[in-house]
């Protein structure tokens, strides 16, 4: 099992910027794809960035996509979300997830196993 611990969240007005980091401990970072969901009031979980073992392939949701940058960090066992040009819609709990098999559908939050505790954005107009 990995432990994620995510930070960085805050309230930020929009057009903003704000950089998420999530430290992981307990297994091999190196092992796992990370990802990023969202969940906002009355919404379900929606995915929002991957990133393969090696950082060198990363995917996105289309509501991100050229706004968000997903990097991490291999010797510090930490995986980043970048966020840029910050909207209202973008206001949610983000949570970070490691998966453990690289190909497929990274947005199916199912093959995720370990889950952070979220950390709360707030984006407001």
């Known amino acids: 099992q990995v432990q994620l611990v995510e930070s960085g969240g805050g309230l930020v007005q929009a057009g903003g910027s704000l950089r998420l980091s999530c430290a992981a401990s307990g297994r091999t970072f190196s092992n796992y794809v990370m990802g990023w969901f969202r969940q906002s009031p009355g919404k379900e979980r929606e995915f929002v960035a991957a990133?393969?073992?090696?950082?060198?392939?990363?995917y996105y949701a289309d509501s991100v996509k050229g706004r968000f940058a997903i990097s991490r960090d291999n010797v510090k066992n930490t995986v980043y979300l970048q966020m840029n040009s910050l909207k209202p819609e973008d206001t949610a709990v983000y949570y970070c997830?490691?998966?453990?098999?690289?190909?497929?559908?990274?947005?199916?939050?199912?093959?995720?196993?370990?889950w952070g505790q979220g950390t709360q954005v707030t984006v407001s107009s």
């Open positions: 990133i393969t073992r090696n950082g060198i392939n990363t």
């Open positions: 997830a490691t998966s453990r098999s690289e190909g497929g559908t990274y947005s199916y939050s199912g093959r995720y196993i370990d």
